[in-house]
């Protein structure tokens, strides 16, 4: 059973920083890529960032480029997103998921996609003075 479990998010001032952190349990990470996502309220869910299986791969959504940086330490079965530069645009619930690895060929198209096979149950990022 793929699980996924967020931590990290708190309030913060725009310009401070926060590393989030993704803790996975029930399959092997070496074999799946991870994606963030986000959600603000009122708008549509969004992919911020997603890192193929090996590391070699990633994808920033656009807003979150030169400020974010995603990494993985498979041995601890963790995937973080550095987030620096924060704005308030930032404000979002944040998820961690991923997709068997039959699904989808890419990082961008997984962080395009809505198709994911599991969900972590998310943690808040504010960013407000």
């Known amino acids: 059973q793929l699980q996924l479990v967020e931590s990290g998010g708190g309030l913060v001032q725009p310009g401070g920083s926060l590393r989030l952190s993704c803790v996975t349990s029930?399959?092997?990470?070496?074999?799946?890529?991870i994606g963030w996502f986000r959600q603000a309220p009122g708008k549509e869910r969004e992919g911020v960032s997603c890192i193929a299986s090996d590391g070699n791969w990633t994808f920033y959504l656009d807003a979150v480029k030169g400020r974010f940086t995603i990494s993985r330490d498979n041995a601890k079965n963790t995937v973080y997103l550095q987030m620096h530069s924060l704005k308030p645009d930032d404000t979002a619930i944040y998820y961690c998921a991923t997709h068997h690895p039959w699904r989808h060929s890419t990082v961008q198209a997984m962080c395009a996609s809505a198709e994911l096979d599991a969900w972590g149950q998310g943690t808040e990022v504010t960013v407000s003075s």
């Open positions: 029930g399959f092997d990470l070496n074999y799946y890529a």
